[in-house]
C-alpha cells in the first residue's frame, strides 16, 4: 500500500480564497483524522471519521473549516475563506480499529500558507 | 481527561552517546501509549507503540521505550544515537474512552540534535 496519501503538498493562496485539502487514507482502515500542526499550538485534532461518518469535530476553529468523507477512500478538509492565521501544516492520518492496539498511519501533510 | 507532558523541548547529544527522551502522561484509564519521529518536512512515523502487552517495547531503528505505570512515564531511549536519528519525536497517548475511537493526544515535541 502506498500509505497516507494527502495532496497538494504544498498550497500558497490568498487571504479570502477557499482551500481545499485532499486524503486518501490507506484501503482498509475505518477511522480517519484530520491534524493540524503549528509552531504554537503543536499537533491538534481537527476532526475524525469512523466508517465516513463524522464523529467528533470539537476541534474544528471556526465555521470557515468544514470537511467530509464521501466515501471510504477520499476525504477533504476546506477552509473558506482562508486567513493568514489558517496557515499550518495539515496532516492526514487512518487507522484501522479504534486506536487501542493499533496506530494511526500519518500522510505527509500539506503546507498551506494564506499570504 | 487525558495529558502527555514532554519534559525536554531540545535535547543535543554527541554522536555515539546514549538518547534519552522523556515522556509522562496522565489518564484516567488504561493508555495505549506510542513515540512518532518527524524528519524536517515530513510526515509523522511510528517508531514504537505500548498497549499493555510487554512494558519494555523495542522499536525501529534502535529505540525502546518502557512503560512504568507507578511513574506514569514513556521515555524514549536508544544506546548509541546516530547522526540520521536527529528530528523531532513525538509521545502521544491514546486512551479507551467510552464509545467513542480513542483520540491521540500529542505531546509539545522533543527536538533532537546529534552532534558529530
Known amino acids: 500500500d502506498a500509505g497516507v496519501i494527502q495532496s497538494p503538498r504544498h498550497e500558497v493562496t490568498e487571504m479570502g480564497q477557499e482551500v481545499t485539502l485532499r486524503c486518501k487514507p490507506i484501503?482498509?482502515?475505518?477511522?480517519l483524522f484530520w491534524y493540524r500542526q503549528t509552531m504554537m499550538r503543536g499537533l491538534e485534532l481537527l476532526i475524525y471519521?469512523?466508517?465516513?461518518?463524522?464523529?467528533?469535530d470539537s476541534g474544528m476553529p471556526e465555521d470557515r473549516f468544514s470537511a467530509k468523507m464521501p466515501n471510504a477512500s477520499f476525504s477533504t478538509l476546506k477552509i473558506q475563506p482562508s486567513e493568514p492565521r489558517d496557515s499550518a501544516v495539515y496532516f492526514c492520518?487512518?487507522?484501522?480499529?479504534?486506536?487501542?492496539?493499533?496506530?494511526?498511519?500519518f500522510g505527509q501533510g500539506t503546507r498551506l500558507t494564506v499570504v | 481527561a487525558q495529558s502527555v507532558t514532554q519534559l525536554d523541548s531540545h535535547v543535543s547529544v554527541s554522536e555515539g552517546t546514549p538518547v534519552l527522551l522523556r515522556c509522562n502522561y496522565s489518564?484516567?484509564?488504561?493508555?495505549?501509549l506510542f513515540w512518532y519521529v518527524q524528519h524536517p518536512n515530513k510526515g509523522l512515523q511510528l517508531l514504537l507503540k505500548?498497549?499493555?502487552?510487554?512494558?519494555l517495547v523495542k522499536g525501529i531503528n534502535g529505540f525502546e521505550a518502557e512503560f512504568k505505570k507507578s511513574e506514569t512515564s514513556f521515555h524514549l531511549t536508544k544506546p548509541s544515537a546516530h547522526m540520521s536519528d536527529a528530528a523531532e519525536y513525538f509521545c502521544?497517548?491514546?486512551?479507551?474512552?467510552?464509545?467513542?475511537?480513542?483520540?491521540?493526544?500529542f505531546g509539545s515535541g522533543t527536538q533532537l540534535t546529534v552532534l558529530p
Open positions: 489518564s484516567s484509564y488504561s493508555p495505549s
Open positions: 492520518a487512518s487507522s484501522f480499529g479504534a486506536l487501542r492496539n493499533t496506530e494511526a498511519f
Open positions: 505500548y498497549t499493555s502487552a510487554a512494558t
Open positions: 484501503s482498509g482502515h475505518d477511522y
Open positions: 502521544v497517548v491514546s486512551l479507551i474512552s467510552s464509545g467513542s475511537a480513542r483520540q491521540l493526544t
Open positions: 471519521f469512523n466508517n465516513n461518518v463524522p464523529i467528533d
